[in-house]
């Protein structure tokens, strides 16, 4: 009984130490990415630049940066008569007809 006890004792040691190990390496890599960020950000704010190595990315994906504008604003001109067909036809839809 007590080499079972043991054995359980070791087992359950050695998993909650891969754990623990897990867990610090994950913080640890969330932590990295927050200060790549703020880094990231105060150099596109104006700031001083960020050094050349704090943009690696040791193989791991990244998602592009999204557009800072959006799509050029399309307009259409409308004769007299669209515009009252138009006036009409948002008359009987916000009627329920």
Do not use: N
């Given at each position: 009984?007590?080499?079972?006890?043991?054995?359980s004792r070791t087992t359950g040691a050695t998993v909650?130490?891969?754990?623990?190990?897990?867990?610090?390496?994950?913080?640890a890599d969330a932590l990295?990415?927050?200060?790549?960020?703020?880094?990231?950000?105060?150099?596109?704010?104006?700031?001083?630049?960020?050094?050349?190595?704090?943009?690696?990315?040791?193989?791991?994906?990244?998602?592009?940066?999204?557009?800072?504008?959006?799509?050029?604003?399309?307009?259409?001109?409308?004769?007299?008569?669209?515009?009252?067909?138009?006036?009409?036809?948002?008359?009987?839809?916000?009627?329920?007809?």
């Amino acid at each position: 009984m007590a080499e079972h006890e043991t054995l359980s004792r070791t087992t359950g040691a050695t998993v909650l130490t891969l754990v623990v190990v897990a867990c610090a390496a994950g913080l640890a890599d969330a932590l990295r990415r927050r200060v790549r960020l703020r880094r990231r950000a105060r150099h596109h704010a104006g700031a001083a630049p960020v050094p050349a190595h704090a943009h690696t990315h040791h193989g791991s994906p990244t998602i592009p940066r999204q557009r800072a504008t959006g799509p050029s604003a399309e307009t259409v001109r409308l004769t007299e008569a669209e515009r009252d067909a138009f006036a009409v036809l948002v008359r009987r839809l916000s009627e329920g007809d």
